[in-house]
C-alpha cells in the first residue's frame, strides 16, 4: 500500500533508537515510507555484536508468552513465532539454523547479522543517522516533533526502540514521562547471580541440574551449566535463573536459593552405593566424580560424625547433599554487567497488538524499552524483532 507521503513531515516515520529493534522497524516501514533512523551512538547495533557472545542467538523453537515476564506478549508473539521470525530473516538474505532449539545465524557470526540488516536499511533508503540523541518528543496537531541535539524533526508517526542500559546503552524512558507513560522498577536480569555458598571454586565448571527457591516457591528445574566465581554464579544456567531472580526483586523477597543436583544422572541411591565402594578413609571423598572443591563444599554441609568409618547413614547423607546442595543467593550482580533489564516502559500503555500508545496516537514503542523480559536462549532479540514487525504492520495498515 502506498502512503500518503506528506512534504510538512521530515520523515513519514522517525524511529529513536537503531538496536534489532529500531533496525528491523525501520526496514519494514521503508517499503513504502520516508523513514529516519536515529540513534546517540557512533554505530547502530553494538548490541547485535556482543549477542550471544558474538554468536547472536535470534530466536527459539519454544516459543510462547510462559518464557517472558507477562502475558502481554502473546497476541505478537502468536503471529510472530520462531518460524515467521526465521522467514523474515531469510527475506533478508540471513540463513539461520537450530541449534538444540536455539536459533542462530547459519554463519555463527553477530557480524554477519549486523552487516545484513545495514544491508537492508541502505537497499530500502532509510536515513541512518548516528550521534544524534533525542532529548524530547512533542505531540503536534497531527504529528511529532522529535527533538535532537543535532536539531528537531517533524513526522507523522514515531516509534521508541530506545532499547536498555543493560551492559551499556542509554537510558531513554524520561523521554515519554511528560506525555503520562511511567516507567516500572528497573532491575538486572540475564545476570550472574551474588552468592558466597560455594567456597574456593573461581573458575570451576559444573554441569548441573537446578532449580530456584524464592521465598518458598520452587520455580521450574534446568540442566546446564554453572560457572562459579569468587562471591558469585555465572554460566548459562544462572542467567536463566536471574530471569526469576530479577522479577522476584521488584517485589522485595526475602529468601533466595538455588537447589543444585552436582549428579543429575545418578540416583541418591546409586551415588550412595558408588561412595561405600570408593570410599578411602585417606583418600578426597568423591574425587571420581566432582572437581574437588565442589567435593569440599559439598563435605562441609554434611552434618556427620568424624569417625574413619563409612556407614550407610553417611553415605545418604554425603548423597543427599550433592543431589540438593542449597547456594544462598543475595541478589545478582549490576546492571553493567547484565545482558537485559527487567523493567521499563509501562505495559499497560500501549495496546498488546499494535504496541501503539493507549493515549497519544501515533507514538508506539518496540522492543527492551518496553517492560518485557525474556529468558535467556533468544527470547530477547526475538520479541525485539517480533515487536518491530507488530509495529510495522500497524503503521502500514
Ligand atoms: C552481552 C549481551 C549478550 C546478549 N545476548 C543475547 C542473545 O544471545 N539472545 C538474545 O535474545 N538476547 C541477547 N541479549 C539481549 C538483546 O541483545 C537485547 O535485548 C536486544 O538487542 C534489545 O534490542 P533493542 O533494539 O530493543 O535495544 P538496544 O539494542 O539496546 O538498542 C537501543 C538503541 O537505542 C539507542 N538510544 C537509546 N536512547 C536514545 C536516544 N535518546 N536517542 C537516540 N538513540 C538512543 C542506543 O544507542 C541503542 O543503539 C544480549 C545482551 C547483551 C548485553
Redesign the pocket.
Known amino acids: 500500500m502506498c502512503y500518503n507521503t506528506d512534504m510538512k513531515y521530515d520523515f513519514d516515520v522517525i524511529i ?8 528491523v522497524c525501520a526496514v519494514e516501514c521503508a517499503r513504502n515510507k520516508r523513514v529516519a533512523l ?4 557512533d554505530k ?5 555484536l ?4 558474538g ?6 523453537k519454544a516459543m510462547g508468552a510462559e518464557h517472558y515476564n507477562s502475558e502481554f506478549v502473546a497476541p505478537i508473539l502468536a503471529r510472530y513465532d520462531c518460524q515467521k521470525v526465521r522467514d523474515k530473516l531469510l527475506e533478508y538474505g540471513l540463513v539461520t539454523k537450530s541449534e538444540e532449539g536455539r536459533i542462530y545465524p547459519y554463519s555463527e557470526s ?1 557480524t554477519a547479522v549486523l552487516n545484513v540488516f545495514l544491508s537492508m536499511l541502505r537497499r530500502r533508503g532509510v536515513s541512518v543517522m548516528t550521534k ?4 524530547k518528543i512533542v505531540p503536534e496537531i497531527d504529528g511529532w516533533k522529535v527533538v ?1 541535539d543535532q536539531g528537531d524533526y517533524r513526522c507523522a508517526k514515531v516509534v521508541l ?12 524512558y524520561g ?1 515519554v514521562e511528560h506525555l503520562g507513560i511511567p516507567t516500572t522498577l528497573l532491575r538486572p536480569t ?1 545476570v550472574a547471580l551474588k552468592s558466597k555458598s560455594v567456597k574456593g571454586a573461581n573458575g570451576v565448571r559444573a554441569k548441573v541440574e537446578s532449580y530456584v527457591e524464592i521465598d518458598g516457591k520452587a520455580y521450574p528445574k534446568y540442566r546446564g551449566e554453572y560457572l562459579f566465581k569468587d562471591g558469585a554464579i555465572s554460566g548459562v544456567l544462572a542467567l536463566i535463573m536471574s530471569s526469576h531472580v530479577a522479577r522476584a526483586s521488584r517485589r522485595s523477597y526475602d529468601r533466595c536459593s538455588l537447589h543444585i543436583d552436582f549428579v543429575p544422572d545418578m540416583t541418591t541411591r546409586q551415588l550412595a552405593r558408588y561412595i561405600i565402594d570408593t570410599y578411602d578413609p585417606r583418600g578426597v571423598m568423591l574425587e571420581g566424580l566432582l572437581h574437588k572443591t565442589i567435593s569440599a563444599n559439598i563435605m562441609e554441609h554434611v552434618a556427620m560424625d568424624k569417625s574413619l568409618i563409612m556407614s550407610d547413614v553417611k553415605a545418604n547423607a554425603i548423597a543427599a547433599v550433592c543431589k540438593d546442595y542449597v547456594a544462598e543467593i543475595d541478589g545478582t550482580l549490576g546492571l553493567s554487567l ?3 533489564v527487567c523493567g521499563g516502559l509501562s505495559l499497560d500503555c500501549f495496546d498488546e497488538r499494535t504496541l501503539e500508545s493507549k493515549t497519544n496516537r501515533g507514538l508506539y514503542a ?4 518496553l517492560d518485557v ?2 529468558e ?9 524483532i517480533a ?2 514487525l507488530a509495529v510495522a504492520e500497524d503503521i502500514d495498515a
Open positions: 529513536i533508537g537503531g538496536g534489532a529493534s529500531g533496525i536515529i540513534d546517540a551512538g547502530i547495533g553494538k548490541k547485535i556482543v549477542s550471544g557472545n554468536r547472536c542467538n535470534l530466536s527459539n553477530a544524534t540523541l533525542a532529548t535532537t526502540a530506545t532499547g536498555s542500559k543493560a551492559t551499556f546503552g542509554v537510558e531513554s523521554l540475564l547484565a545482558q537485559a518496540t522492543g527492551e524499552v523480559d525474556g535467556c536462549g533468544g527470547y530477547n532479540i526475538h520479541w525485539a515487536s518491530a
